[in-house]
Each structure stands twice: as structure tokens, then as C-alpha cells.
């Protein structure tokens, strides 16, 4: 009996060429505009990166970020209705396998603290080329950590070291100098909003500040804090003179 004939097999799709790798997906969050769009167009030009979405609040990144479903966010620390290390916290409980790239205009110290304890993968300057920038992209996109431990560790060191100036009195003694800031400032009866501008903050963080302030002074309300911070001022000035 003849043999069947056998007709050469058809390449399988892959034998054509190696499938592409697939793009890692970004998401943009920045309330300026034209960085924004800069972001963008620099980003979503690479063959290897997808821009899937931007935001220019907060609550646009939490509205919009989970259902993009990206691999890495850029964020900006500073957002007209908070955070951008409150958004990264926010995205990575919904989202751990993110990571979060802070993007910042001030190289702040307490902000790149904050950030590693958001679980943040990486803090990079605006002031960053482009080329890095991409770099920092697929760093973190590929599991890597741009915050090295020698980095960290080195500030840790710098936040723990002495204070230029110790406190005179022993309750202020555990605050940053940033709470020390905050706490004056309450003394002085401003408000969340008006400490916020005065120190270039947003208000959740100095929301933040009040609540680690609070707890390290040992006290439950504001009202509270600010006693403290009015004797603190009175103590400071001394006795009046006569």
C-alpha cells in the first residue's frame, strides 16, 4: 500500500519571527500639563513602553489607575488634592504588583522617607534627561528597585542624625524639624490649608505631619498640640524682661 502523501507543515506563528515582548504599560500622573504631555510623547515613543492613561489629580489617578491595569506608575509627589505617595500607597493595596516611579521637583528628604515606606520603587528629580528617565521606567518595570539600599540607608542615617539645633524642651525632642515647622504654625492658629502653602506642602501630608505629631506628643487633639506649641514659644522667650 502506497504511503500516504505528507504535505510539509505550515510555520507556527512564532517560527515566523520571536513574539514581540509585551510593552510595559505606564501610567502618567502629573497636574502640569505640558510635563504631562512631555511625559507622554517621550514615553509612549518607545517601541517597548505603552502609555495607557494619564491623570492630573489624585482622584483621577484611584479612578482611573486599576482599570488600566499598568505595570508602572509615574507620579508626581506634589497634587493639587494630595499626594502622589498617597496614590502610590492607594494603587499598590489595589495593585501589588505595580510600581511606583515619584517624579518630584525638590530633592526633600522627608518626601524620598515617605515614599520607601509607600513601597515605592524609585524617587527621580524632573530635573532627570530623558534617556534616564526611560532607564528608571524599565528599571522598576523589570522588579528592580531604583531606591538601593545603600541609599536608604544613608538616609536613614542623615533623618536619625543630630538635630543642627536641640529643642529646650524635652516634648519636642522626638519631632522632625518638619513637625517642629507644623507644630509652630498651629501654635500660630493656621489652618491645614494655610500650613500647607506656607511649607509648600499638600494638605494630606501636613495632615500626616499633625497625626505622627500628635501621637509623638501624646495628645489626641489639635487644641491640644497647640498649648503645647504656645508654652514651647512662651519658654523659648525667656522670662519677661524687667
Known amino acids: 500500500m502506497a504511503d500516504a502523501s505528507h504535505e510539509p507543515e505550515a510555520p507556527a506563528p512564532e517560527a515566523a519571527g520571536a513574539p514581540a515582548p509585551e510593552a510595559i504599560r ?16 517621550l514615553l509612549d515613543a518607545e517601541p517597548d513602553i505603552t502609555v495607557v492613561g494619564d491623570a492630573a489629580t489624585a482622584e483621577q489617578a484611584l479612578a482611573r489607575g486599576p482599570a488600566l491595569r499598568p505595570d508602572v506608575a509615574v507620579l508626581d509627589v506634589r497634587l493639587p488634592d494630595g499626594d502622589g505617595i498617597t496614590v502610590c500607597r492607594e494603587l499598590r493595596s489595589r495593585m501589588p504588583g ?34 534616564d528617565l526611560l532607564s528608571a521606567v524599565r528599571t522598576v518595570a523589570g522588579g528592580q528597585s531604583m531606591l538601593d539600599p545603600a541609599t536608604t540607608a544613608r538616609l536613614m542615617r542623615s533623618l536619625r542624625g543630630p538635630e543642627p539645633e536641640e529643642p529646650a524642651d524635652p516634648r519636642l525632642a522626638a519631632l522632625s524639624e518638619r513637625e517642629r515647622a507644623v507644630l509652630e504654625l498651629i501654635g500660630e492658629g493656621l489652618t491645614n490649608r494655610q ?11 501636613v495632615k500626616n505631619h499633625i497625626s505622627r505629631l500628635l501621637g509623638k506628643l501624646g495628645v489626641e487633639r489639635r487644641v491640644q498640640a497647640a498649648v503645647i506649641a504656645a508654652e514651647v514659644r512662651e519658654h523659648e522667650a525667656g522670662p519677661p524682661a524687667h
Request: proline fraction near 0%; aromatic fraction near 8%.
Open 195 to 205: 500650613i500647607a502653602k506656607r511649607l509648600y506642602l499638600s494638605e494630606k501630608t
Open 26 to 41: 505606564v501610567f502618567v500622573v502629573d497636574d502640569h500639563e505640558v510635563v504631562r504631555r512631555g511625559l507622554y510623547d
Open 98 to 131: 505595580i510600581a511606583c516611579l515619584m517624579l518630584t521637583s525638590f530633592d526633600d528628604e522627608e518626601a524620598l522617607l515617605d515614599a520607601i515606606m509607600a513601597g515605592a520603587a524609585g524617587y527621580v528629580l524632573k530635573q532627570i534627561n530623558g534617556s
